[in-house]
């Protein structure tokens, strides 16, 4: 059974940080894309950021480039984003999805973990 198990979430002031996990499971790790959608409240679901984990191309949504970093341990199957100099239009649940390639992420999901950014 494949599950993504996000965690990481919560209540953080503008400008701070906060790091998300993904921790995979029930599928080979490395053939895989795995990445993050948000979904603001009235909002629709929009990419934020992936990982192929066969090469490790990346993809950063323009809203989140040079604050939002992507990465992966591939040793404990697990994908972080590293979120830093928060804003509130950050605020969202975040998804951590999972698919053949960073295009297609979307195959799998996990729960979702919320991120509230105050200002």
């Known amino acids: 059974e494949v599950q993504l198990v996000e965690s ?10 906060l790091r998300l996990s993904c921790a995979a499971s029930g599928f080979t790790f490395d053939d895989y894309a795995i990445g993050w959608f ?3 409240p009235g909002k629709e679901r929009e ?4 990982i ?18 992507i990465s992966s341990d591939n040793a404990k199957n697990t994908v ?3 979120m830093n100099s ?3 239009e950050d605020t969202a649940v975040y998804y ?5 390639t960073i295009v297609t992420m979307g195959e799998y999901w996990g729960q979702g ?3 509230t950014v105050s200002s």
């Open 52 to 69: 192929s984990l066969s090469n490790g191309n990346t993809y950063y949504a323009d809203s989140v480039k040079g604050r939002f970093t």
């Open 86 to 88: 928060l804003k509130s």
């Open 113 to 115: 973990t919320q991120v």
């Open 8 to 17: 990481g979430g919560g209540l953080v002031q503008a400008g701070g940080s």
């Open 80 to 82: 972080y984003l590293q």
């Open 96 to 100: 951590c999805a999972a698919g053949d």
């Open 47 to 50: 990419g934020v950021s992936g």
């Open 38 to 40: 948000r979904q603001a």
